[in-house]
């Protein structure tokens, strides 16, 4: 059993799981059929990851006067439906792939979920010498029960008002670089208070305003000891980047405070598999295939949020869930000045 990182780690380094077989082994099916089983394996996981990122950008629709500023301590985690679990794959859709027994379609794993028992599927090669041959490999677990059906991230973020209904935003994850994980996430917001330049500010019971915010993460995790392939410099690095535009309401009292607001989540994730991989045609050939292939996920979706936040003087706290195609919830320790 060789212990495996998958995507996820790139941006969180919080998921590990035990697996017989990496994606790279589906190499030996062909670069196509191997592109197509990742691109449905991995992209529940990536669109989950971006609606957990983007999570508490805001707990007021009331910005921060002049010099006013927030320092947030942001934790979040985007909840795994049992349908982001599998995916159904249909051996008609692949060139050399069958099911070893059972239909021709069948539920497996995604890379949240678990194949349980596990699933073994015949490729079938091209051996230069002997013709068509098989060999039977077994498809790639999820997380599964590991994951307790959440997908987490964790963010440093700080705001500051700039007067005149106008407050920025930043968040931060500070690098990390280890021998087999790296990772970089960073993004920036922009808030609008609409009330804040309507007559009369000072007697509405609420605020309203709208945020754009963008997040980026780059990651990479060195496969070379874990791969099931021989090679060199093998390794799947990703980059992600998402934009969220959010109409926020609030109430604006002194201590305890309702928010909500309705917004739409847009991002693309892209992963792809570097380096060099030797896969072997039988007992006697082999041949080296050099960056086999990238895929790609997208999410376009709206979401809900409701949340509230208790102030006591400089602390802060707040907690929030949004309704979308990833439901998520998130809470906020929160230290500012005004």
């Known amino acids: 059993m060789k212990k495996i990182f998958?995507?996820?780690?790139?941006?969180?380094?919080?998921?590990?799981?035990?697996?017989?077989?990496?994606?790279?082994?589906?190499?030996?099916?062909?670069?196509?059929?191997?592109?197509?089983?990742?691109?449905?394996?991995l992209a529940p996981g990536t669109n989950g990851v971006m609606h957990s990122m983007n999570a508490n950008w805001f707990n007021s629709a009331k910005v921060k006067p002049l010099g006013g500023f927030e320092i947030s301590v942001i934790a979040n985690a985007a909840l795994v439906n049992d349908d982001d679990k599998m995916f159904n794959l249909n051996t008609a859709d692949y060139n050399n792939v069958q099911f070893v027994s059972g239909p021709s379609t069948q539920n497996v794993a995604t890379v949240l979920g678990e194949n349980d028992p596990s699933i073994f599927v015949e490729v079938t090669y091209d051996d230069p010498i002997f013709g068509s041959q098989t060999a039977e490999i077994e498809l790639p677990q999820g997380i599964g029960e590991d994951s307790y059906n959440l997908i987490p991230s964790a963010t440093l973020q700080g705001a500051v008002g700039l007067g005149s209904g106008i407050e920025v935003k930043v968040r931060y994850l500070p690098k990390i670089d280890t021998d087999e994980v790296t990772f970089n996430m960073y993004g920036a917001a922009l808030q609008l208070e609409v009330t804040e330049w309507l007559p009369a500010d000072k007697i509405w019971p609420v605020a309203l305003s709208g945020l754009v915010a963008y997040s980026h993460v780059d990651g990479s995790y060195n496969l070379t000891d874990s791969s099931g392939i021989e090679g060199d410099n093998q390794r799947l690095e990703n980059k992600t980047n998402t934009w969220l535009l959010q109409l926020?309401?609030?109430?604006?009292?002194?201590?305890?405070?309702?928010?909500?607001?309705?917004?739409?989540?847009?991002?693309?994730?892209?992963?792809?598999?570097?380096?060099?991989?030797?896969?072997?045609?039988?007992?006697l050939t082999s041949q080296t295939i050099v960056d086999p292939f990238s895929v790609s996920s997208d999410v376009s979706a709206v979401r809900g949020t409701v949340g509230a936040k208790l102030k006591l003087g400089f602390f802060r706290l707040n907690a929030e869930y949004h309704l979308s195609e990833f439901d998520a919830f998130s809470v906020g320790v929160n230290f500012g000045f005004r």
């Open 6 to 41: 998958l995507l996820l780690n790139f941006f969180f380094c919080a998921f590990s799981i035990n697996a017989q077989n990496d994606l790279d082994v589906l190499l030996s099916a062909g670069i196509e059929d191997a592109q197509r089983f990742a691109n449905d394996y």
């Open 248 to 283: 926020v309401v609030s109430t604006k009292l002194p201590v305890f405070n309702l928010y909500g607001g309705l917004g739409y989540l847009t991002g693309k994730s892209e992963s792809d598999l570097l380096g060099n991989y030797r896969v072997t045609d039988g007992i």
